[in-house]
Structure formats: structure tokens, C-alpha cells
């Protein structure tokens, strides 16, 4: 299994929970990445508008799929249990 996601076309829905098809408006122009903001509907990763940066974010999420698909378990990536047990 591989994802991909078509950066230039799509938004990432936090609110929805899937990839959506970009909307017109400032807000969505020349974005690298488009995560809407799930109370005001912004984008959140407005932040992202350099290809280098762009670039290491994708890179990143590349290293975390992999690493999801070999280990199946999300702890490698966010150490819940690690950071719970610490609250303690």
C-alpha cells in the first residue's frame, strides 16, 4: 500500500478526516501544503509557502509511512504511552 496526495489539487481535512479538493480563495493560493483548520476552516500550514521546506515536510511523511508500514504501530511515531506514563 503507498499514499500520495495531490498537493497543487488537494486540502487535508482535519474536520472531514480525508483529502478534499482545493477551494478558490487567497487562503488556498500558492500553498505548498493546505491543512484546513477544522473550527475556522483556515489553513493551518499556511506557514509552508518555500520548496525546501515543502520538501523536508514531505520527506518527513515519507519516513513516518514507512515506518508505520513496518512496525504497524503508531508508538514508534508519537510515543503515547512513553509521555502518559511520565504525567503520572
Do not use: Y
Amino acid at each position: 500500500m503507498h499514499f500520495s496526495l495531490s498537493w497543487k489539487n488537494k486540502v487535508i481535512s482535519v474536520r472531514e478526516g480525508k483529502a478534499m479538493h482545493k477551494m478558490d480563495g487567497m487562503e488556498w493560493r500558492n500553498k505548498f501544503v493546505c491543512v484546513e483548520e477544522p473550527f475556522d476552516r483556515s489553513n493551518t500550514a499556511r506557514a509552508v509557502h518555500e520548496q525546501p521546506k515543502f520538501d523536508m515536510i514531505q520527506e518527513e511523511f515519507m519516513k513516518a509511512w514507512v515506518r508505520l508500514r513496518d512496525n504497524r504501530d503508531l508508538n514508534s511515531l508519537l510515543p503515547l504511552q512513553r509521555i502518559l506514563g511520565k504525567q503520572k
